[in-house]
């Protein structure tokens, strides 16, 4: 079981931490490339074939400006695809919009702009249908997040 994280240019590496975060937080082995769909198209190809080969199960996808990473790896692998626009300009519509208006038949599961934690916890949610250590952590997590929203909550808020 493998995450890939790719994500487009150095730059984008402080947003996609959040999900390694995630990821190592449910003990969830990852590794992360910086690959570009338009300077190293070649390069993607071949870490896209390396993953399908070590049997990789998801791969959360980082991109800005134009935000072709994500479907373009859509495009070339089978592989569960999570896309996480990134702020980069218009403050990241563009890049939402790029990632999410996937043509037919080439989904991109797509989160919130700059929230690559959700990727990881998308990825999670997948994985935990076929692994049941995840899905009893998953439970857990869920039932722990419970329990602190209501005690930091319970007393109310004063306004």
């Not at 994280?5 to 959040?18: A, N, P, Y």
């Amino acid at each position: 079981m493998k995450v890939a994280i790719i994500f487009g240019s150095k730059s984008d590496t402080e947003v996609m931490r959040g999900a390694a975060k995630c990821l190592r937080e449910f003990n969830i082995p990852f590794e992360a490339h910086v690959l570009s769909a338009h300077r190293v198209p070649e390069k993607l190809t071949e870490v896209l074939k390396k993953l399908e080969e070590e049997g990789c199960e998801a791969i959360i996808a980082g991109a800005g400006l134009a935000a072709h990473l994500p479907g373009v790896i859509a495009s070339k692998t089978i592989i569960p695809v999570i896309g996480v626009p990134i702020n980069a300009a218009i403050n990241g519509v563009d890049s939402l919009y790029s990632i999410v208006q996937m043509p037919k038949s080439i989904p991109v599961a797509t989160v919130g702009i700059n929230n690559s934690y959700n990727g990881g916890m998308m990825a999670v949610q997948m994985l935990s249908v076929k692994y049941p250590e995840i899905k009893d952590k998953l439970k857990e997590y869920r039932k722990n997040m419970k329990e602190n929203f209501i005690k930091e909550n319970e007393a109310g808020v004063e306004l």
